[in-house]
């Protein structure tokens, strides 16, 4: 599977990354370094020029729910980091996602951790021939609840393929049975974003940037999934098929 190269690179990205999450770094830092880190290996971010948006990866700090807009900020311990970014290889596209803490997090962003890495595994899960995508989003909005967590409405996953966004369109709310069937050969990326508080966002004066109302800290996890008859493959996470992947209760690295 031709994703499969762009994909497991992503991967690898994000750890190379975590060395980096500590304080005093730039978020336009880390930009660059995906930038670079795609370039070498002959590949492009998929995100740059996307929509008009002007960075190579999308990074989210803290009560920032999505689309985070890379820049002058420093991070600083306590912080919480989301970095999405997307690689294009030879026509084909991957996308991803991944939650980093910077310093030791203390245990209400462990269990932010923990809700938005399990509720995107059990969207992960539900991926199955037969199945439809509401299916996807009610499983990760319950096992939000689990954490006394809720999940962002507004943000939703996808098919992805030889364009970024492709259908279906995937949502992390849902109710079980509803929407398109799940068949053999889809490839979908499920990214729930998990907020400590309230899930209502609103767009900063930056024009991409999208912030919790209530400023509560938000995490998320987004894996590429390839949709087989019996078992999936999560090719973000080479190696592992979906249920591999279950037994994992908390990120390798944050």
Same mark, same amino acid.
């Given at each position: 599977m031709r994703l499969a190269k762009p994909a497991s690179y992503l991967a690898f990205l994000f750890r190379e990354l975590h060395? $980096?999450?500590?304080?005093? @770094?730039? %978020?336009?830092?880390?930009?660059?370094?995906?930038?670079?880190?795609?370039?070498?290996?002959?590949?492009?971010?998929?995100?740059?020029?996307?929509?008009?948006?002007?960075?190579?990866?999308?990074?989210?700090?803290?009560?920032?729910?999505?689309?985070?807009?890379?820049?002058?900020?420093? $991070?600083?311990?306590?912080? @919480?980091? %989301?970095?999405?970014?997307?690689?294009?290889?030879?026509?084909?596209k991957a996308d991803a996602a991944w939650t980093y803490a910077v310093g030791t997090p203390g245990p209400e962003l462990r269990r932010l951790l923990r809700a938005a890495w399990n509720s995107c595994l059990a969207g992960v899960r539900a991926c199955r021939p037969g199945r439809r995508v509401g299916d996807v989003g009610a499983a990760v909005q319950r096992t939000a609840a689990q954490y006394g967590c809720t999940v962002v409405a507004e943000f939703i996953g996808h098919g992805i393929g030889r364009a970024v966004h492709e259908p279906p369109a995937v949502p992390n709310v849902g109710r079980d049975g509803g929407g398109e069937e799940i068949v053999p050969g889809m490839v979908l990326n499920i990214e729930p974003v998990v907020s400590l508080g309230r899930p209502d966002v609103k767009l900063l004066p930056d024009g991409w940037s999208y912030a919790t109302c209530d400023g509560s800290p938000t995490a998320q996890y987004e894996h590429t999934v390839a949709v087989f008859a019996a078992r999936n493959r999560v090719l973000t996470l080479p190696g592992l098929d979906d249920q591999d992947a279950a037994a994992i209760d908390f990120p390798p690295f944050y």
């Open positions: 060395p $980096l999450m500590v304080a005093g @770094v730039k %978020t336009a830092e880390i930009d660059r370094y995906c930038e670079l880190f795609l370039a070498d290996r002959r590949m492009r971010a998929t995100h740059h020029g996307y929509r008009g948006f002007p960075a190579s990866a999308c990074i989210s700090v803290n009560a920032v729910a999505a689309h985070g807009l890379p820049g002058a900020y420093r $991070l600083q311990d306590g912080d @919480v980091v %989301t970095v999405d970014v997307g690689a294009g290889y030879a026509g084909w």
